[in-house]
């Protein structure tokens, strides 16, 4: 509590030394946004969109786009038009004008201003956003003022990073909160420039959200030289869409305000209503162009296009607007690293072929030098400095050009044709307009086809990295040089053939993957994105996906460790066991998962091992039907346990007829068609002739197997339908009546897998 007050007295105590000497100051009541009075203006920590100009710099830096956002609260008036843009790898810019209410000290009355702002923000790090405005404000009745206004944006905790702000291309616009799960902001507003005529004040805010898409809790406190402000308020979401929000100030019912927030792919549109002002706000706000994840794909394309253009510096401009969006992609962090290694290889390049093309001059060797000079103009075609030394040795050259064109000439006629046209290509190489070289070389080139190699073993090197496209591209190309080349055409049907598998693959895994997001299946959804990265590794959709949806896996299993615990310690050990079974499907190096399995594995042990002295107890002392009673219930958990098997046989066998007659209708009688065949053959063993109970086995066997068929039946109906409770009710009912149904099992184990999933994972 001490600490608390300390801390608004040192700020109370700033804001004085800056406003010393002034008085009957007025103050703007900050009542805009229809959010804001829906909130009690306690959303200061939550605004990501142009509104954050008035009182909120740092939050621009949440948005990756562009936005336009107006508000009105005063009859065919709007009270506010804001502009925001984000520059990639620069920050966000902002620009709007508001028409505020204020209230004045030295009358006590409301009266209006008129405010220009202008603002950036830009992130410092993951975690901390900061921004600066500058307002000008034309208070009604009081001369013109210039104001400053910077604000903090922090997010303390460890797993909420600014920049997860697009999880995918189907997010709707605008949220009333942030992804990070709590913010906390602070601000200094209306500090003047000059002569102080606006109350500055500093404010501070944060949200808590309670669950991941649960109740949100704002806070903000605003502390002037006149006045304090406590809001609180809450969030509520109703709809994927739709948001309710509440909020109050200063502790008073009075003071207090409602409001909804609808949300699409790229407009958002507020209501509220402020019981003190006794008025309706709205606010709309719309994206303009792009979509953040839009225009990060296209900077990613951009940049990997220059990348294998070998334009590395416009490349590496691309990659690092990409980077102002996703800063995490390892993957382009990486091509990032690579491209500053090439420009920073191109600049040591490029002075030292300046250094030999010096060298060159001062021998006089001034084709070598030219040739020199052109390529450093390849690498960088506004060097200067090359192009002037061009200028410089144009007359020595054209005399060494002219020699090295008879030189040509006179190989070309010996037949030394790789002389020849090294000779003629460099002289195209410093004067493309050649027409005799170039009429030679043309001529040197019907001998061998060097352009067709070169293109074979681009597209055979493309080929092997399973880049079927670019492959394609190669041997097509190769092929136009040499129709005849065997090989390209081999491998150009291969190209083809991988191209369009691995297209309709891909294809088809992403719809089953998408289908699986949308019933929340997000593992099945994970293992089929995994699958599309096997096929094509720079599948941009799947590896997007991937990243997304690795946090939620990981809790799911988190959730299912705990819930297979739970039913260990409460001692449901076959559920247990089921479900240790289901998440060492989809983790199998969890210890958990092996540890508990092995636990129960020994709890089954011990119980068989009881069971069974239970039973030769009951045996020694000649309890035959108790003793097999035991002997089906160890049987029931080991059914290959051939001891047991072998002493219930000699029990069954000792068992009086008229006990293995009685249990056998009982058994009968109550439909369990399976034992009772079990005691009715013992039975028959003794009485082979006895047409009775070759009568009764018969009718067993008869409606056993119309009661498994029947109760089968639904439960693979039940299963199609996705209904996987009444599924393992029905197959209990086929394995209790017949335990040896192997279908039956089969699709049991199936069933408890797909409802673990649903309960525990989703």
Same mark, same amino acid.
């Given at each position: 509590m001490k600490t608390k007050l300390a801390f608004r007295i040192a700020i109370l105590s700033l804001l004085s030394s800056v406003c010393t000497g002034y008085s009957q100051i007025p103050y703007p009541q900050d009542k805009i946004s229809a959010r804001a009075i829906g909130l009690g203006n306690a959303n200061f920590s939550s605004v990501q969109n142009p509104f954050a100009t008035i009182n909120s710099p740092a939050a621009l830096a949440l948005m990756q786009d562009m936005q336009l956002s107006i508000s009105s609260f005063e009859t065919k008036r709007l009270n506010f038009v804001g502009l925001a843009n984000f520059f990639p790898d620069i920050g966000s810019f902002s620009l709007s004008f508001t028409r505020l209410p204020f209230v004045s000290d030295t009358f006590g009355s409301t009266s209006s201003i008129n405010r220009w702002s202008f603002a950036y923000g830009r992130g410092v790090s993951n975690k901390i956003l900061a921004g600066a405005g500058v307002h000008w404000n034309r208070p009604a009745g009081m001369a013109n003022s210039l104001t400053f206004s910077a604000s903090l944006l922090a997010f303390p905790g460890a797993n909420y990073e600014i920049q997860h702000l697009f999880a995918s291309s189907?997010?709707?616009?605008?949220?009333?909160?942030?992804?990070?799960?709590?913010?906390?902001?602070?601000?200094?507003?209306?500090?003047?420039?000059?002569?102080?005529?606006?109350?500055p004040s500093f404010q501070i805010g944060s949200y808590y959200r309670l669950s991941e898409s649960g109740t949100t809790l704002f806070s903000s406190m605003r502390i002037s030289e006149n006045d304090q402000n406590i809001g609180i308020g809450a969030s509520i979401p109703l709809k994927h869409y739709i948001d309710f929000f509440a909020g109050i100030e200063r502790f008073e019912i009075k003071k207090s305000a409602i409001g909804a927030s609808f949300r699409f792919p790229r407009q958002s549109i507020d209501f509220s209503y402020s019981f003190a002002e006794k008025a309706f706000f709205l606010d709309f706000s719309t994206r303009i162009g792009k979509s953040p994840l839009q225009r990060a794909r296209i900077y990613r394309e951009q940049g990997i296009y220059y990348a294998r253009q070998r334009e590395h510096e416009k490349a590496l401009k691309q990659i690092k607007k990409y980077l102002s969006y996703v800063p995490e992609d390892t993957e382009s962090l990486i091509l990032q690293n690579w491209l500053l290694s090439r420009v920073e290889e191109k600049d040591t390049q490029i002075n030292q072929l300046l250094e030999i093309a010096s060298e060159f001059e001062e021998k006089e060797w001034y084709i070598r030098a030219a040739l020199t000079y052109k390529h450093i103009l390849k690498l960088d075609n506004e060097n200067e400095y090359a192009h002037s030394r061009m200028s410089k040795i144009k007359s020595g050259l054209q005399n060494n050009l002219k020699r090295l064109y008879e030189l040509g000439l006179s190989e070309f006629r010996k037949g030394n044709f790789k002389t020849s046209e090294r000779a003629f290509s460099t002289i195209l190489q410093i004067q493309p307009n050649h027409q005799r070289s170039e009429q030679y070389l043309q001529r040197i080139n019907d001998y061998y086809d060097q352009s067709a190699d070169e293109l074979y073993y681009r597209g055979l090197g493309f080929y092997n990295q399973k880049r079927y496209d670019k492959a394609v591209n190669a041997f097509e190309e190769a092929l136009t040089f040499a129709p005849g080349n065997l090989e390209a055409q081999k491998y150009l049907g291969l190209s083809r053939d991988r191209l369009n598998r691995v297209q309709n693959q891909t294809q088809a895994l992403l719809e089953t993957a998408q289908r699986y997001e949308k019933q929340n299946q997000i593992l099945n959804a994970y293992q089929t994105y995994k699958k599309?990265?096997?096929?094509?590794?720079?599948?941009?959709?799947?590896?997007?996906?991937?990243?997304?949806?690795?946090?939620?896996?990981?809790?799911?299993?988190?959730?299912? &460790?705990? +819930?297979? @615990? %739970?039913?260990? #310690? *409460?001692?449901?050990? $076959?559920?247990?066991?089921?479900?240790?079974?289901?998440?060492?499907?989809?983790?199998?190096?969890?210890?958990?998962?092996?540890?508990?399995?092995?636990?129960?594995?020994?709890?089954?042990?011990?119980?068989?091992?009881?069971?069974?002295?239970?039973?030769?107890?009951?045996?020694?002392?000649?309890?035959?039907?108790?003793?097999?009673?035991l002997f089906d219930s160890l049987?029931?958990?080991?059914?290959?346990?051939?001891?047991?098997? &072998?002493? +219930?046989? @000699? %029990?069954?066998? #000792? *068992?009086?007829?008229? $006990?293995?007659?009685?249990?056998?209708?009982?058994?009968?009688?109550?439909?369990?068609?399976?034992?009772?065949i079990d005691y009715y053959e013992q039975v028959q063993s003794?009485?082979?002739?006895?047409?009775?109970?070759?009568?009764?086995?018969?009718?067993?066997?008869?409606?056993?197997?119309?009661?498994?068929?029947?109760?089968?039946?639904?439960?693979?109906?039940?299963?199609?339908?996705?209904d996987y409770s009444g599924a393992i009710r029905e197959l209990e009912a086929v394995l209790e009546a017949d335990p040896t149904h192997a279908g039956s099992r089969e699709y049991l184990q199936k069933a408890q897998k797909r409802l673990i999933a649903i309960e525990t994972l989703q």
């Open positions: 189907k997010s709707l616009f605008n949220n009333v909160i942030l992804p990070q799960k709590f913010a906390i902001a602070f601000a200094i507003q209306d500090v003047p420039f000059s002569k102080k005529m606006l109350d599309m990265i096997a096929i094509n590794p720079e599948n941009d959709e799947a590896n997007f996906a991937l990243r997304q949806l690795t946090p939620k896996i990981n809790r799911s299993l988190k959730r299912m &460790e705990n +819930r297979g @615990e %739970a039913y260990f #310690k *409460s001692g449901e050990l $076959e559920r247990a066991r089921s479900l240790f079974q289901t998440l060492l499907n989809y983790d199998a190096s969890s210890n958990i998962a092996n540890t508990y399995l092995t636990r129960i594995e020994e709890a089954d042990k011990r119980q068989i091992d009881a069971l069974y002295e239970k039973g030769m107890a009951k045996f020694d002392q000649n309890k035959w039907d108790e003793a097999i009673a049987l029931s958990i080991q059914s290959n346990y051939e001891l047991a098997q &072998e002493k +219930r046989r @000699e %029990a069954l066998a #000792k *068992s009086s007829f008229d $006990e293995l007659l009685k249990t056998a209708d009982a058994f009968y009688s109550d439909g369990k068609y399976m034992k009772a003794r009485v082979p002739e006895n047409e009775h109970i070759r009568l009764r086995i018969a009718e067993c066997r008869q409606k056993l197997n119309a009661f498994v068929d029947i109760h089968f039946s639904k439960a693979i109906n039940l299963y199609a339908a996705e």
